[in-house]
Structures are given as C-alpha cells and as structure tokens.
C-alpha cells in the first residue's frame, strides 16, 4: 500500500519559513520524481517544485529563490523548504510521486501565511 504523508503546514507571518516533510512508503522511492504542489479554492493544483532521481529540480517562478525542495533518500522522505513567505503561498500542499504512469498523492497540508 502506497502512502504519502505529509506534515509541517501551518500559520506563519509574511517573511516566515516553514519545512513540509513528506514520508512515503509502498514505493521504490529513490527512483520516483518527488513533486510538490500548491492548491487554493476553486483553482487547479499547481507545481511548486520538482526533484527527479538524477536531482534535476524545477521551480514555479513565483518560487524560486525562495523555495527549496530536497530528498532524504535514507529517509525515504521529501522536503520542502519555505523561505520569505508571502499571504499569496497560501494554499494546501501536497506531495506527489511520480514514475509514469504510476503516480501518487498526499493528502496535504495547509499552509496559511498571515499576520
């Protein structure tokens, strides 16, 4: 059985940081694209940042700079570190695995960034 479960969303004021972990299980995890994305109300889900195997990463533009996402292969954890938050992070995070065409979801974790 395949979990993603992620942790370490919260309340932090503008220009705080926050580290979402996401511990996977069921998964050959060091050969799996680990993903991270951002989801408001009435909007689709988009791609914060990405980490392949190799560990070639990709960011959102509006990320960059700040954002870093990281792999604990011993771990078999994903990280997501949040830097010089602003209120438009605000969102649901949510980890993804993926290894066409297998892919796998969390269930999030809320981040609210407000002072």
């Known amino acids: 059985q395949v979990q993603l479960v992620e942790s370490g969303g919260g309340l932090v004021q503008p220009g705080g940081s926050l580290r979402l972990s996401c511990a996977a299980s069921g998964i050959s995890f060091t050969s799996y694209t680990m993903d991270w994305f951002c989801q408001t109300p009435g909007k689709q889900r988009e791609l914060v940042a990405s980490?392949?195997?190799?560990?070639?990463?990709n960011y959102a533009d509006s990320m960059k700079g700040r954002f870093t996402i990281a792999r604990d292969n011993a771990k078999n954890t994903v990280y997501l570190l949040m830097n010089r938050l602003k209120p438009e992070d605000t969102a649901v995070y949510f980890c993804?695995?993926?290894?066409?065409?297998?892919?796998?979801w969390g269930q999030g974790t809320p981040v609210t960034v407000s002072s």
């Open positions: 980490l392949t195997p190799g560990s070639t990463t």
């Open positions: 993804n695995a993926d290894k066409w065409p297998l892919n796998y």
